[in-house]
């Protein structure tokens, strides 16, 4: 069983940065690639990145696209996402997950572990 933890979130000004971290105990390259996805209050639970843990590129949501970067350190067994140009959209639980072999961020509940999400709130 993959446990994740994540850790970075806060309060912000609109345009400042965040570093979120979630880090992984067990195996948390079996599905083939790892995700973050955020929801808000009365929204949806939506895909915001997603990296392939044996390479490519990676996949954004159009909504943060320039703004946002997910990267993955193997050696600490941690996946980042940083956010730049943070915006009061962006206000939302941040979430990373694992895999169990789906691969696309348009349906959260084919994902298999979940953190337990760390929030992100953006003032204006």
């Known amino acids: 069983q993959v446990q994740l933890v994540e850790s970075g979130g806060g309060s912000v000004q609109a345009g400042g940065s965040l570093r979120l971290s979630c880090a992984a105990s067990g195996n948390m390259y079996s599905g083939g690639c790892l995700a973050w996805f955020r929801q808000a209050p009365g929204k949806e639970r939506q895909g915001v990145a997603l990296i392939y843990t044996g390479g490519g590129s990676p996949v954004y949501a159009d909504s943060v696209k320039g703004r946002f970067i997910i990267s993955l350190d193997k050696d600490k067994n941690t996946v980042y996402l940083q956010m730049n140009s943070l915006a009061p959209d962006d206000t939302s639980i941040y979430y990373c997950?694992?895999?169990?072999?789906?691969?696309?961020?348009?349906?959260?509940?084919?994902?298999?572990?979940w953190g337990q999400g760390t929030q992100v709130t953006v003032s204006s």
């Open positions: 997950a694992t895999s169990g072999g789906y691969c696309g961020m348009g349906n959260p509940d084919r994902w298999l572990y």
